[in-house]
């Protein structure tokens, strides 16, 4: 886990040769990241939701969400609520292959 918040000693990370401060964007493609405050959109399905966050890495294996969604009983084609939301983050980060 690595803080987006610089250090007092202003020096920053490197990850993959990358400065943290200057690709961060590139860096949490790669690696992986979990917000700390994981949104609702509401107006989602668990899906809809899962498809559109697994675009942004260049998609999901749909194959390995459905049997994750099983495991975890969860029902996918439900609206994103509260009570989905960890399901949801738990999916979405075994589902991501870091490098």
Same mark, same amino acid.
């Given at each position: 886990?690595?803080?987006?918040? !610089? @250090?007092?000693?202003? #020096?920053? $990370? %490197?990850?993959? +040769?990358?400065?943290?401060? %200057?690709?961060?964007? =590139?860096?949490? !493609? ?6 700390? =405050? ?5 107006? *989602? %399905?668990?899906?809809?939701? @899962?498809?559109?966050?697994? $675009? *942004?890495?260049? +998609?999901?294996? #749909? ?7 099983? #495991? ?11 009570? *989905? *939301?960890?399901?949801? $983050? ?7 292959? +870091?490098?």
């Amino acid at each position: 886990m690595i803080p987006s918040r !610089r @250090l007092s000693s202003q #020096r920053g $990370a %490197t990850v993959f +040769g990358m400065e943290s401060s %200057t690709s961060s964007v =590139e860096i949490h !493609r790669r690696v992986g990241y979990l917000p700390g =405050e994981f949104v609702p959109y509401e107006h *989602l %399905t668990g899906r809809e939701y @899962l498809d559109f966050f697994g $675009a *942004l890495r260049g +998609g999901v294996d #749909r194959e390995l969400v459905d049997a994750l969604a099983d #495991r975890l009983q969860s029902d996918l084609s439900a609206k994103v609520r509260v009570h *989905l *939301l960890s399901d949801l $983050a738990t999916i979405d980060q075994i589902c991501h292959r +870091g490098e």
